[in-house]
């Protein structure tokens, strides 16, 4: 595994009105690793997320993206770097079939003309997303259907192998096996891990201890807008975790 | 017993990716669109074998698509609106008022009866309908005024200021090329509004299903705030839609003013209810997502060929609105049904099994 953080983050500070979200909180994840981050409701992951998304702004703190300083301004700058986002609430377009989600705004026009009318490249983004799809080993049954009628580890499943189809460098999942039976949640986990295989560095975001200490393999605590703590996943457990993000526990902090 | 038998492996490969007739024609059957064109056809049927020879004619038939050219022009731009989630009350206002400028501007150059006057009286009303459309479609992305309320005051808008502009007498400026040749004229047989009015469809049919903004439109009404974060434009692509509606009032607006040799100020009041309506009983969602532009023509075709039949068989006419009312609503029951089954994540249920509950099988 490499150790060099590919996306960095350092001494984030974000406050709304009289709420410090954020106060100095440092994240890094390493390509090809799954970096869980953890934290009690209202610890600043949402917001930690949001600002290495794109979708909000620090005010103050360094981004490092591979190496060098980074600065977003919406999500539509992260994604042009390879860094992609599945927020809790999926963001499929319901009515859509599977490969139309998967290419929802980025859809391969036809050359000349047909493509200055607005004609796309059915047949290839069809093609090219059916084996994107199953080189992630999402197992899609109907890419003709609308995703709507799908159950919700399908859904799931296709909201995250599209952000893996585009994500390069770092993708996060936020709460992805939240709403999830358990054969569905392993499915998910096992998607998470063959992404992490291609090489991208993977966040999860996750309330659920047993899915993290399963699929990462470091853990990053967040608590009072901070990380308190970073575990080896294979060298921690549950009771020191949640002491960590309740702060029952002092932290330990290595890398 | 040796018998040699065909080993399985010899057959060709299955191509998934391309789907058997009999799979296309039973999804064909199941949707919406086509269920509605079994009704129409059924309705035909019954008026032809009541009156074969005034009713089953292919002069009936024109006189069936004559009336409904106009409306389904309209109905091509509400369907795409109706797609986004959104509404268009304002169609009927904006058709009037394309056609009364485009006619006070031709009665301006003279009594020029040319193409000349004649193409700028088209230009004319074409701007002036996509320019309600744009106003329409301005308020709702970018004011975020809800469309029932922005299409409201527009339909009150352009009407008043049809009146305004003409006193409230209507105008009959249309100059004689315009009424011979896209009024009443013909080619093949075929009235020359019927063909434009199946061009209009086409390209909407084309728009819908294969281009990025009929794509767009259906991802908008399916999930904005998915579009947003994407990075999908959706103030302008609503924008688009609404002006694109616009634009074809306007064209209806002209097709109106020369079928009709008047500017008809008082006659389209309840206009957008007849559409909004074909375009619901064809199947388009009133919650957005999913539409057909195919399916809305069918739905403007029923009431039309029920107002023609029962004229035909001397019914009284007022019959025609008691069932299209009575179509209205059973086809938005569907759709909620529809929507309620694909939710569930069961499929549809048949056609018969929604009429008679007491036969499904999931009871």
């Given at each position: 595994?490499?150790?060099?953080?590919i996306?960095?983050?350092?001494g984030i500070?974000?406050?709304?009105?009289?709420?410090?979200?954020?106060?100095g909180?440092?994240?890094?994840?390493r390509?090809?690793?799954?970096?869980?981050l953890?934290?009690?409701?209202?610890?600043?992951?949402?917001?930690?997320?949001?600002?290495?998304?794109?979708?909000?702004?620090?005010d103050?703190?360094?981004?490092?993206?591979?190496g060098?300083?980074?600065?977003?301004?919406n999500?539509?700058?992260?994604?042009?770097?390879?860094?992609?986002?599945?927020?809790?609430?999926l963001?499929?377009?319901?009515?859509?079939?599977?490969?139309?989600?998967?290419?929802?705004?980025?859809?391969?026009?036809?050359?000349?003309?047909?493509?200055r009318?607005?004609?796309?490249e059915?047949?290839?983004?069809?093609a090219?997303?059916?084996?994107?799809?199953?080189?992630?080993?999402?197992t899609?049954?109907?890419?003709?259907?609308?995703?709507l009628?799908?159950?919700?580890?399908?859904?799931?499943?296709?909201?995250?192998?599209?952000?893996?189809?585009?994500?390069?460098k770092?993708?996060?999942?936020?709460?992805?096996?939240?709403?999830?039976?358990?054969v569905?949640?392993?499915g998910?986990?096992?998607?998470?891990?063959?992404?992490?295989?291609?090489?991208?560095?993977?966040?999860?975001?996750?309330?659920?201890?047993?899915?993290?200490?399963e699929?990462?393999?470091?853990?990053?605590?967040?608590?009072h807008?901070?990380?308190?703590?970073v575990?080896?996943?294979?060298?921690t457990?549950?009771?020191?975790?949640?002491g960590?993000?309740?702060?029952?526990?002092d932290?330990?902090?290595?890398? | 017993?040796?018998?040699?038998?065909?080993?399985?492996t010899?057959?060709?490969?299955?191509?998934?990716?391309?789907?058997?007739?009999?799979?296309?024609?039973r999804?064909?059957?199941?949707?919406?669109?086509?269920?509605?064109?079994?009704?129409?056809?059924?309705?035909?049927?019954?008026?032809?074998?009541?009156?074969p020879v005034?009713?089953?004619?292919?002069?009936n038939?024109?006189?069936?698509?004559?009336?409904v050219?106009?409306?389904?022009?309209?109905?091509?731009?509400?369907?795409?609106?109706?797609?986004?989630?959104g509404?268009?009350?304002?169609?009927?206002?904006?058709?009037?008022?394309?056609?009364?400028?485009?006619?006070?501007?031709?009665?301006r150059?003279?009594?020029?009866?040319?193409?000349?006057?004649?193409?700028?009286?088209?230009?004319?009303?074409?701007?002036?309908?996509?320019?309600?459309?744009?106003?329409n479609?301005?308020?709702?992305?970018?004011?975020?005024?809800?469309?029932?309320?922005?299409?409201?005051?527009?339909?009150g808008a352009?009407?008043g200021l049809?009146?305004?502009?003409?006193?409230?007498?209507?105008?009959?400026?249309?100059?004689?090329?315009?009424?011979?040749?896209?009024?009443?004229?013909?080619?093949?047989?075929?009235p020359?509004?019927?063909?434009?009015?199946?061009?209009?469809?086409?390209?909407?049919?084309?728009?819908?299903?294969?281009?990025?903004?009929?794509?767009?439109?259906e991802?908008?009404?399916?999930?904005?705030e998915?579009?947003?974060?994407?990075?999908?434009?959706?103030?302008?692509?609503?924008?688009?839609v609404?002006?694109?509606?616009?634009?074809?009032?306007?064209?209806?607006?002209?097709?109106?003013?020369?079928?009709?040799?008047?500017?008809?100020?008082?006659?389209?009041?309840?206009?957008?209810?007849?559409?909004?309506?074909?375009?619901?009983?064809?199947?388009t969602?009133?919650?957005?997502?999913?539409?057909?532009?195919?399916?809305?023509?069918?739905?403007?075709?029923?009431?039309?060929?029920?107002?023609?039949?029962?004229?035909i068989?001397?019914v009284?006419?007022y019959?025609?609105?008691?069932?299209?009312?009575?179509?209205?609503?059973?086809?938005?029951?569907?759709?909620?049904?529809?929507?309620?089954?694909?939710?569930?994540?069961?499929?549809?249920?048949?056609?018969?099994?929604?009429?008679?509950?007491?036969?499904?099988?999931?009871?």
């Amino acid at each position: 595994m490499n150790s060099t953080p590919i996306y960095e983050a350092r001494g984030i500070v974000r406050s709304f009105g009289s709420v410090r979200a954020l106060q100095g909180a440092d994240f890094d994840v390493r390509p090809g690793e799954v970096s869980a981050l953890i934290g009690d409701n209202g610890a600043g992951k949402s917001t930690l997320v949001r600002i290495l998304a794109g979708a909000d702004t620090p005010d103050e703190g360094e981004i490092r993206f591979e190496g060098a300083p980074l600065t977003l301004t919406n999500p539509t700058d992260a994604r042009d770097r390879g860094i992609e986002t599945v927020f809790q609430d999926l963001a499929l377009a319901n009515h859509l079939n599977p490969i139309q989600n998967m290419y929802l705004g980025r859809e391969v026009m036809r050359p000349g003309i047909l493509g200055r009318l607005g004609f796309m490249e059915r047949a290839k983004m069809r093609a090219h997303g059916v084996e994107a799809f199953a080189s992630l080993g999402a197992t899609v049954r109907d890419f003709d259907g609308a995703v709507l009628g799908m159950s919700g580890g399908q859904r799931q499943a296709i909201a995250v192998a599209r952000a893996a189809a585009w994500a390069s460098k770092v993708i996060f999942l936020d709460e992805p096996t939240a709403a999830l039976g358990v054969v569905q949640t392993k499915g998910v986990l096992d998607l998470v891990r063959r992404i992490k295989d291609t090489g991208v560095g993977v966040v999860l975001i996750s309330h659920s201890m047993p899915a993290v200490l399963e699929v990462s393999d470091r853990i990053h605590v967040l608590r009072h807008g901070r990380r308190v703590a970073v575990y080896q996943a294979k060298d921690t457990n549950v009771e020191e975790l949640v002491g960590a993000m309740t702060g029952a526990l002092d932290g330990r902090e290595d890398s | 017993m040796s018998v040699k038998t065909e080993s399985p492996t010899q057959q060709p490969p299955q191509t998934p990716d391309k789907r058997s007739l009999g799979q296309w024609l039973r999804d064909g059957v199941k949707a919406q669109a086509m269920q509605i064109v079994l009704v129409w056809l059924a309705i035909i049927i019954i008026f032809s074998a009541l009156s074969p020879v005034a009713f089953f004619d292919t002069v009936n038939f024109l006189n069936i698509a004559v009336s409904v050219s106009i409306l389904a022009v309209l109905g091509v731009g509400t369907t795409f609106i109706i797609i986004t989630g959104g509404i268009d009350l304002s169609m009927g206002s904006v058709l009037v008022f394309s056609g009364v400028v485009a006619s006070l501007v031709m009665e301006r150059m003279g009594d020029g009866e040319g193409w000349g006057v004649a193409i700028t009286g088209i230009v004319v009303a074409l701007i002036s309908g996509l320019a309600w459309g744009i106003l329409n479609g301005f308020l709702i992305a970018k004011a975020k005024v809800p469309p029932m309320i922005v299409t409201l005051g527009t339909f009150g808008a352009a009407l008043g200021l049809s009146q305004v502009l003409t006193g409230g007498i209507d105008r009959r400026a249309a100059p004689d090329v315009l009424v011979d040749t896209v009024g009443f004229g013909r080619v093949v047989g075929i009235p020359v509004l019927v063909i434009i009015a199946t061009v209009v469809v086409a390209i909407g049919i084309v728009m819908l299903r294969r281009t990025k903004f009929g794509l767009h439109t259906e991802a908008i009404g399916s999930n904005a705030e998915a579009c947003r974060r994407v990075g999908i434009n959706v103030d302008r692509q609503l924008i688009k839609v609404y002006a694109f509606a616009g634009f074809l009032a306007g064209l209806a607006g002209l097709l109106n003013l020369t079928f009709f040799r008047s500017t008809t100020i008082a006659g389209h009041s309840l206009t957008n209810l007849d559409v909004i309506a074909g375009v619901v009983i064809g199947g388009t969602s009133l919650f957005g997502g999913i539409g057909t532009v195919f399916g809305t023509v069918i739905g403007l075709l029923i009431p039309a060929t029920l107002r023609n039949g029962f004229v035909i068989l001397g019914v009284a006419p007022y019959w025609q609105q008691v069932v299209v009312g009575a179509f209205l609503i059973a086809a938005v029951y569907f759709d909620q049904i529809r929507r309620a089954a694909a939710t569930r994540g069961h499929s549809k249920p048949s056609l018969v099994s929604r009429m008679f509950p007491n036969n499904r099988k999931d009871r």
